[in-house]
């Protein structure tokens, strides 16, 4: 099926550094979620964007909804250990009226203490 | 945000044998119902849209007959893998949308790992 195209694949980083990783598609959408999923667990919301150019922030993490409506980025700023884990955007697409997500590949956070 | 179970978390079976997995909404009602699939280090991959009082729609690629799913109330949605082969093994997760958050934020469950003899 269709994703969607994120990157970074992985990111080693240092605690204390931002992060940032994005999510690209060729065609529209009108959703854009970020989510976090640790090792054997369902992925937690983090933040939902709905408006094209939308800025929304949920602690250190912000997130933007591009104004061409075909990518998003997430932004973590100061990174901490816990921030390990793998990081998925998903999108509603433009024409879908079933709710259906789509992800993209996902980006695995490794944090060095 | 709303919550959503599953149950079980884990199962390992033999190979031939049918295995139920249950998601509910814990404190919300859900009409619809999404299941997906995720193999190790792989993204989730939809594979059903579970509709209450309605047939299930499935993605391209998933037989129906294999993975049975029934919405049997607002709450509670069952995906039956039926003659579970080794290749089902996987880590199966349903997701939920609350209209309260918001028409597309989807919540989901914990998961379930089959493992399957």
């Known amino acids: 099926g269709q994703q969607l195209n994120q990157s970074p694949q992985s990111m080693f980083i240092q605690e204390g550094e931002d992060v940032s990783m994005n999510c690209t598609s060729s065609?529209?959408?009108?959703?854009w979620l970020w989510y976090k999923q640790d090792p054997g667990e369902g992925p937690v919301l983090l933040i939902a964007?709905?408006?094209?150019?939308e800025l929304t922030s949920n602690g250190r993490l912000t997130a933007q909804f591009g104004i061409t409506r075909k990518d998003s980025f997430l932004n973590i700023s100061a990174s901490i250990p816990s921030d390990v884990g793998i990081y998925f955007c998903a999108g509603v697409h433009g024409s879908s009226n079933t709710g259906k997500l789509i992800f993209g590949q996902g980006t695995t956070l490794q944090v060095k203490p | 945000g709303a919550v959503v179970s599953q149950h079980p978390s884990w199962v390992i079976c033999k190979s031939g044998t049918s295995v139920k997995i249950e998601c509910r909404s814990l404190d919300f009602q859900a009409t619809t119902m999404f299941w997906y699939r995720q193999f190790p280090k792989q993204s989730l991959m939809l594979m059903a849209t579970s509709n209450e009082g309605s047939k299930a729609t499935y993605e391209q690629g998933v037989e129906k007959d294999k993975f049975l799913i029934n919405h049997a109330s607002l709450t509670l949605s069952t995906l039956t893998v039926t003659s579970a082969h080794p290749e089902d093994s996987s880590f199966y997760i349903c997701?939920?949308?609350?209209?309260?958050?918001?028409?597309?934020?989807?919540?989901f469950g914990p998961g379930t790992r089959l493992t399957v003899l």
């Open positions: 065609s529209i959408f009108n959703t």
């Open positions: 964007l709905y408006k094209a150019g």
């Open positions: 997701s939920a949308p609350d209209s309260l958050w918001g028409n597309n934020e989807q919540f």
